[in-house]
């Protein structure tokens, strides 16, 4: 089944370049199904990027996906025109009495930042409270596992000695887990980032599992034993140069970065990267789609945030095991 994205969007014609599956909103309104509705909180600075990388990952299921766009604020992007924030992007307002089956919320550059400092933090806060009666299932991605651990479960991030930087192997602490249904022991997965949510604070959290680690990153993927929550610390969606691109980024603005680690071919920023978590990224995505959403979402699109359906459903998927 294909992706549903907005009329217009310029990842449309990206995706079809690559032989993607998508159809506009308009096409889509033709067919008599009931489509997936998925809603991005897109917080990262450059937003056309960070909208292709996500729609990639969501694009290989079978499942009809309607994909909206929220923004946090009404204050203009720095990095993306303001014609395609005004054409493609929602304000809360505007969705604040809609449901929606899933919804990823991005990460931000924001790791060294207090969040009481953090300029949209109030409505970050409230998006994350709407969320627990409007959404099936939440992808929380890096900065905003650090949010929403904070504002939801009261777990402080801890500010790392030095910032994770690379791809870094991890290791599967549930291989039954349905979210990692496919993974191998070990795989691997980018990170960039300057903060953490500390294991041993997680460990007291009785509802939250940890699903998979890393020695060197900490903890990868976590889930909500009712499935409302996913947490991804690090970038399965990122594309081959992305880290390239940052490290490069930081060497011009002179912040003297170090060089991404388990990346470049003998560490020489020269040689094109290697390309170690596709694979594995795709799964986490299809894994969530299916088995976080569109099985634990009801058909009546009402019913969502009804917490009995959602238990009635994990626990006949318990007794199936």
Not at 234 to 256: I, M, Q, T, V, W
């Amino acid at each position: 089944m294909p992706l549903n994205i907005p009329d217009g969007l310029p990842a449309f014609n990206v995706l079809q370049r690559e032989n993607i599956f998508c159809i506009s909103n308009t096409e889509a309104r033709r067919q008599d199904i009931r489509p997936v509705r998925i809603l991005l909180l897109n917080l990262m600075p450059k937003k056309i990027e960070t909208e292709i990388h996500l729609l990639r990952m969501l694009s290989n299921s079978p499942l009809q996906i309607n994909v909206e766009l929220l923004r946090i604020s009404d204050k203009p992007s720095k990095t993306t025109p303001i014609e395609h924030m005004d054409n493609f992007y929602k304000s809360f307002e505007q969705i604040i009495g809609e449901k929606y089956d899933g919804m990823i919320i991005t990460g931000a550059p924001l790791g060294q930042v207090p969040f009481s400092e953090v300029s949209f933090w109030d409505d970050m806060q409230r998006i994350l409270d709407w969320t627990v009666t409007h959404v099936t299932s939440v992808m929380f991605l890096c900065w905003a596992v650090q949010a929403a651990m904070y504002h939801l479960y009261g777990i402080e991030k801890r500010l790392l000695p030095k910032k994770i930087f690379g791809v870094y192997p991890h290791q599967l602490v549930k291989p039954l887990a349905p979210i990692v249904r496919g993974f191998d022991d070990v795989f691997y997965a980018p990170h960039s980032r300057y903060a953490e949510v500390p294991t041993e604070a997680l460990a007291s959290l009785a509802e939250i599992e940890i699903i998979a680690d890393s020695q060197i990153a900490g903890p990868y993927v976590m889930v909500h034993k009712d499935g409302r929550h996913l947490f991804v610390t690090g970038h399965s969606e990122y594309e081959p140069n992305c880290l390239k691109d940052e490290y490069e980024r930081d060497l011009l603005a002179k912040l003297e970065p170090e060089i991404p680690e388990n990346y470049f071919p003998h560490d020489d920023p020269k040689e094109d990267p290697w390309v170690t978590w596709k694979s594995h990224g795709n799964l986490l995505f299809n894994n969530w789609l299916n088995y976080y959403v569109y099985q634990l979402t009801p058909y009546d699109m009402t019913e969502i945030g009804n917490t009995r359906h959602t238990s009635r459903i994990l626990l006949n998927r318990a007794l199936a095991q």
